[in-house]
């Protein structure tokens, strides 16, 4: 490198979740200097974040954790099949402790802004305190499911109850004796509901689209059970890398072509005693969500199950989706008898959706629909986040020639592989608009991109590069090829945070890539062979080094 261009530190990484946390490592170990900024007073991201009652990950958890490093893999223990987040924060915390990353995150720092400097090649980033800290390159790990979305009702303001986000929930609120207003029914409604019900005096869950619940089949993990998986780490880890949701069971599917109607539901009945994710891959991922008939299959067999489970003809009924094909939305997870907590005498369901009572806004009681009005201790937002481009968006993010990132992607986001997006050199995006990750099992899509971008800058490195962003061309392949993908799938069957179409406003398009962990790793490694196709790279635009 040259010596024209100081900057404080090669790179700034934003945010300190799996992917901030890994990314700063890499780099650290390469011997580059690194300022991660984090605005919450710990590590964990998502698991700081959403500390309510039942929040636990879909992934089970012996691989939801770093592959990279042997001895965690040995030293570290989940309870369950399916890690609960006050888990994962004390293993985020215990890896941040491990790996000594501590000294190089400054907390509570909510980074405001960043500016590319196409003269000096450099990044300056600006925190919402008023620091500044120059770099070479601009690395957001900021997550595509951690900018909380919250409908705008009328009235909040009014509202002399407590209310909160799930997202943002406070820690140890004691909800006995209170009457309890849940908006949403997603993954997060429908654990909160089920793991909160009971201790509610009162629960009124107000649903606007039913959903497909599938029971994750949730239990300890047993000593011996441990040693299985330990003595077999490589083979799992190796089948999870080269999987499509970069989970090792996924490449045990079964073709639903040529198989009857009966011997479809046999595999269903069987799939649903494994849960969880096993169930939504019990077929090859083409069948199920490319094939309308299939899927309907699939989809009949979960609503007979829920009209099994719930008492009330009507209520069933109400809680039955009819609107969208399964795994259109993200599938939810039921840990806790999510359907039979609606037999419950104190819960009940409101269905707020179009054909329903439209929820109207809020009383200083409570919640008032189209219909009728609820009075309510607590109002329980589970109402989901601005996915993908979200927490990128929040920061004003300048590039060359002046090009705001905003600006850029008003009808939505443009990149190449789900990394970088041309005007913005030296910035990348772990689990991007465009990358697999929301797809996928996370941390094996966090690890395959922060590899990737740490082996492109150590390429740079090695090859005197100092200067990198997609061409328009490449990155218009790669932003059709995603549309393309997502267009052959079932997808556009309902509105969903995978379309933006949660978020008034937001422009309608599949943001994340549907084509597989698998095949996206492989299409990252080809670029990276053919010495980063579809990049351009520049030397001698005064390097920058960190002073
Ligand atoms: P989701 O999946 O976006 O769910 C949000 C829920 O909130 C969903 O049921 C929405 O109904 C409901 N919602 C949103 N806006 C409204 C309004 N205005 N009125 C009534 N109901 C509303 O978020 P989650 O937090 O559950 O899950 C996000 C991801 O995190 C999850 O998929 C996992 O990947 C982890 P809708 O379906 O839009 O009619």
């Known amino acids: 490198r040259t010596e024209s261009a100081e900057t404080d530190v090669d790179a700034v990484v934003v945010g300190a979740g799996f992917s901030g946390m890994y990314m700063l490592h890499r780099l650290r170990e390469r011997g580059l200097s690194v300022q991660a900024f984090e605005k919450a007073d710990e590590v964990g ?27 965690m893999l ?5 309870s369950e099949r399916y890690p609960e987040q006050p888990e994962i924060l004390e293993y985020l915390k215990h890896t941040a402790d491990k790996l000594d ?30 620091q500044q800290v120059t770099a070479q390159f601009f690395i957001s790990a900021v997550g595509c499911l951690s900018e909380p979305y919250r409908p705008d009702f009328g009235g909040l303001e009014s509202y002399e ?26 993954s997060t409604g429908i654990q909160f509901i089920s793991e909160n019900a009971a201790r509610c005096e009162h629960m009124t869950v107000f649903q606007r689209t039913p959903n497909y619940a599938v ?19 490589d083979e799992i880890w190796a089948d ?35 849960g969880g994710f096993r169930f939504l891959h019990a077929f090859e991922p083409a069948h199920i969500l490319t094939n309308r008939e299939v899927n309907e299959t699939v989809s009949e067999f979960i609503r007979e199950k829920i009209r099994a489970k719930v008492d009330d003809p009507e209520t069933a009924e109400t809680l039955v989706p009819t609107d969208h094909p399964y795994g259109a939305k993200r599938p939810p997870m039921d ?25 109207e806004g809020f009383t200083t009681a409570g919640i008032r629909t189209a219909a009728a009005e609820y009075d309510l201790d607590m109002v329980v937002f589970a109402t989901g986040f601005d996915a993908m481009t979200g927490a990128i968006l929040a920061m004003d993010i300048e590039g060359r020639d002046d090009r705001r990132l905003n600006g850029k992607w008003a009808d939505g986001p443009l990149t190449y592989l789900g990394l970088m997006s041309r005007g913005f050199p030296n910035m990348f995006t772990i689990t991007g608009p465009q990358s697999p990750s929301v797809l996928t099992n996370m941390p094996m899509s966090i690890e395959q991109h922060v590899e990737w971008i740490d082996d492109c800058i150590a390429y740079m490195d090695a090859e005197g590069y100092d200067r990198i962003e997609p061409t328009e061309e490449a990155e218009q392949r790669w932003v059709s090829n995603t549309n393309m993908l997502a267009s052959n799938m079932l997808f556009s069957d309902a509105d969903s945070w995978y379309r933006g179409e949660n978020v008034p406003g937001k422009p309608s398009i599949f943001t994340p890539f549907p084509g597989g962990l698998d095949q996206y790793r ?7 062979r053919d010495d980063y196709d579809g990049f351009e790279l520049e030397r001698g635009t005064a390097a920058p080094t960190a002073g």
């Not at 040995?74 to 989940?78: R, V």
């Not at 986000?165 to 009457?179: F, I, M, N, V």
């Not at 907590?341 to 369901?349: E, F, G, H, I, K």
């Open 101 to 130: 990353l501590r000294r190089d995150i400054r907390f509570d720092t909510a980074v405001e802004s960043a500016t590319y400097d196409g003269t000096a090649n450099t990044w300056t980033v600006e925190t919402a305190d008023g």
């Open 74 to 78: 040995e030293e570290w223990e989940f």
């Open 240 to 274: 999870a890398r080269d999987s499509r949701l970069g989970m090792p069971f996924d490449h045990d599917h079964y073709s639903a072509a040529g198989l009857s109607e009966t011997e479809i539901r046999e595999t269903l009945e069987e799939r649903w005693e494994k």
């Open 522 to 528: 492989e299409i990252c490694d080809r670029v990276a």
């Open 215 to 233: 029971p994750a089949q949730n239990r300890p993990i047993s000593k011996e059970e441990y040693e299985e998986i330990r003595d077999n780490y």
């Open 161 to 186: 109850g407590d209310w909160y986000h799930t997202a943002r929930w406070p820690g140890d609120l004691d909800l006995s004796g209170d009457h309890v207003g849940v908006i949403g029914t997603g």
């Open 45 to 71: 991201g998502t698991w700081y974040w959403n500390q309510y009652p039942g929040a636990r990950c879909d992934s089970e958890s012996h691989i939801y954790c770093y592959s990279f490093d042997d001895e």
């Open 335 to 359: 840990y806790n008898d999510y359907y039979g907590t609606y037999n419950r005498d104190n819960v009940s369901l409101v269905d707020v959706s179009e054909d329903g009572q439209p929820i």
